[in-house]
Every structure is written in C-alpha cells, then in structure tokens.
C-alpha cells in the first residue's frame, strides 16, 4: 500500500532563507508526483508536476526533484518570502483506483519577516 | 475564467440529517473526485467518477454518496450514516481519468462541514 510522508510537519524560517520540504512514498510504481500549496481554509494549488520519468522541475523560485528509486521528492524554495506561508502538501499519482492522488500530511511553512 | 466552484462554503448539520455539497467545473473535464480533509492531516479520496453516469468508491465511501448525471456536476450527499463528517471537503477534476501526461488536477475552494 502506498503511503506518503511528509517531513517536517512544520517549519519556520526568517525571510530570505533557503529552505527545502522533503517528502518520501513507499512505491516507486507512480505516474507523477505533485506539489500543491494550501493556503488557511482554501483548496488546493498545484506547485510543480514531475513526470515519473522526470528528475525535476522549476517554477521561479521553486524546485522539486524526484528521485523514484529511493522514494523521494524534496521541494526546494529560494530566497522565501513572507507570502510563501502557506502548507505545502506533496502526492504520488498511482495506477488505480483511478489515478487516485495519495497526499502526504503536508508541511506547514512560516516565514517570518 | 474556468474553474471548479463548490457551496455553500459553510455547512452545518444536525445529527440525522442528509446534507449535500455541490461541485461544478466549467473546465469540461471528464473526471471529477471528491475528497475529504481532516484538520492537520493530507486528503483521502471519497469518490471518483471517470465519466457521466459512472462513478467508484475511494477509500472512505462509507456514509457518503453521489451522482454524475451531467458532465460539469457532480454534488456529494454526507447521509446520516457518516458518524464523524466533520471536515473539509475538496472536488478536484483533470481532463480525463487516463491522461497523465502532465495535466494538473485543478481543486475547489472546499467545503467547510461541521455537525452541531
């Protein structure tokens, strides 16, 4: 059964810091994983999508890599800003029931100024 | 602009009452799914549905049902047989069910249900 795993469950950091979210799945028989960011009492955003026969991908100052034969992903974030504060959640996209997205527990991140 | 809308936003229901959330997307998209999220917790799939007039249980069925009768809607009923709905619910929708090749799903902004 594919479980996903998200570390830490929460973080905090002064503006301007680097910082990277880490999330790890037991499976490696995925499609894609994806990275969402929810912002307080809202839906769901998608980040960044990586294929499975993907390394990374880059969206501004956001990079995932996935590395399936280990069964992880780490979302790299540069230079954050306050408005970065949000919980960032990461999901593996598996071959049935449907394509189902399995969620990790998400990060919740803070960045203060 | 295309999206996914859901309402009421806030939902309040009384032990033994059946409630329904709606969910429309205007994005024409063949498969939608709705899931269920606990405070601190990722989302668990409740129901999916590939096409209209078709739909299969996810992990949490139980308690809940729903219904594909036009492409663009598809609304969950919470029945009373759900001992514990109080949660945020989520519909999500992708364009169809077996095209992987990059298209994100695309999520409401969520229901809030409590039961009083």
């Known amino acids: 059964k594919q479980e996903v795993t998200q570390i830490p469950a929460a973080l905090s950091v002064p503006e301007g810091e680097n910082l990277v979210l880490n999330c790890s799945f037991t499976?490696?028989?995925?499609?894609?994983l994806q990275w969402f960011r929810q912002d307080p009492g809202k839906g769901l955003t998608s980040l960044l999508l990586?294929?499975?026969?993907?390394r990374e991908q880059t969206s501004g100052r956001l990079n995932a890599s996935l590395d399936k034969s280990s069964g992880r992903s780490t979302l790299y974030i540069a230079a954050s800003q306050p408005g970065d504060s949000a919980t960032y959640l990461c999901?593996?996209?598996?071959?049935?029931?449907?394509?189902?997205?399995?969620f990790g527990q998400g990060t919740e991140l803070s960045v203060k100024p | 602009d295309g999206g996914i809308t859901q309402s009421p936003k806030y939902l309040f229901r009384k032990e033994g009452q059946n409630v329904t959330l709606s969910c429309e997307q205007n994005?024409?998209?063949?498969?939608m799914y709705w899931y269920r999220q606990d405070p601190g917790q990722g989302l668990r799939l409740i129901y999916y549905?590939?096409?209209?007039?078709?739909?299969q249980k996810g992990d949490i069925a139980e308690g809940y049902s729903v219904s594909r009768e036009k492409k663009e809607s598809f609304p969950l009923t919470v029945t009373s047989a759900q001992k514990n709905p109080t949660a945020f619910y989520l519909c999500?929708?992708?364009?169809?069910?077996?095209?992987?090749?990059?298209?994100?799903?695309?999520f409401g902004e969520g229901s809030w249900l409590t039961v009083v």
């Open positions: 999901a593996v996209q598996i071959y049935n029931q449907g394509g189902k997205l399995i």
């Open positions: 499976d490696s028989a995925i499609y894609n």
């Open positions: 990586i294929q499975s026969s993907q």
């Open positions: 994005l024409n998209h063949d498969a």
């Open positions: 549905s590939q096409i209209v007039n078709d739909f």
């Open positions: 999500a929708s992708i364009p169809r069910l077996t095209d992987f090749s990059g298209n994100t799903i695309y």
